[in-house]
């Protein structure tokens, strides 16, 4: 089956493997993390349980639990390297994902809810027009969908996923879902554990939760209208966190191992 669409959603922050799609149930307390693990309904595969939702639906996504990156273990950096497939040059001069799908597939390229913005770098964050030239610079697309269903989760990342779902309904060709503009005094995944960071616990009580209502919901009903078949979701982070547990509870940035969820399309589902 071709893909003719896709959805990425860039998971600000970056997740920790261990915590959510790659744990360790049997390492010591320092490396395993407070959550555990729960079935889903692929036999053998089990991921955090603050995704319950998610579980159910394993069979239409496979968890790529190698993903790495060498570049700067800096927000800025792993998502111009993860937006454009670029390791070592963080210039503007290289196209997004999204760009190229627009140049090769004819369609257009929508940012939703907008552009990622200060996350302690200096470095582009690989959404500009690069090479291609303005004709396929991404769309800025501002998102308030108050039609958004109630499972998609009363937030702006649920909002911004069912948008995503309309936007390739009616065409679109790739369609990139910010969930946060920002690490600093927000929740998001950069659970350092202390402020401005993120603490652990919010992956359990915010995050997780933001997450899995509008991952699964994107999932369903991508599913129920016939177009996962052709439109790959990928869900993916700028790098992982560190095995160690650092002395304020949380998780500090690690390129060397993360977890990345891709399904749709000609991806097969139910693996890892």
Known sequence: TPANNCILLMMVGGPS????FDMKPNAPSEIRGPFRPIKTNVPGIEISEIFPRTARHAD??????????????????????????????????????????SKVCGGKHVVLPGPIGATGGNMPHGE????????????????????????????QFGRSCYQALKQVQSGTRFVTVNMFSTVFDEL??????AKPFTPMSAYRDVVGPMFDMAYSSLLED?????????????????????PQINAAGGRDHWTQCYSVLAGGGPLRGGTI
């Open 17 to 20: 493997q261990l915590d959510t």
């Open 128 to 155: 500009g027009p690069g090479f291609l030239g303005e004709a396929f610079a991404p769309t800025m697309l501002a998102c308030d969908d108050s039609s958004a269903p109630a499972r998609y989760g009363d937030n």
């Open 60 to 101: 239409k996504f496979s968890i790529i639990r190698s993903m790495y990156h060498n570049g700067a273990a800096v927000h800025d950096a792993g998502h111009h390297v993860m937006q454009t497939g670029r390791l070592f040059e963080y210039d503007v001069e290289h196209p997004s994902f999204g760009c190229v799908t």
């Open 188 to 193: 998001t995944w950069d659970m350092h554990g």
């Open 222 to 242: 991508l599913a129920r209208t016939g177009l996962l078949s052709n439109t790959m979701v990928i869900a993916l982070g700028e790098f992982g966190r560190t």
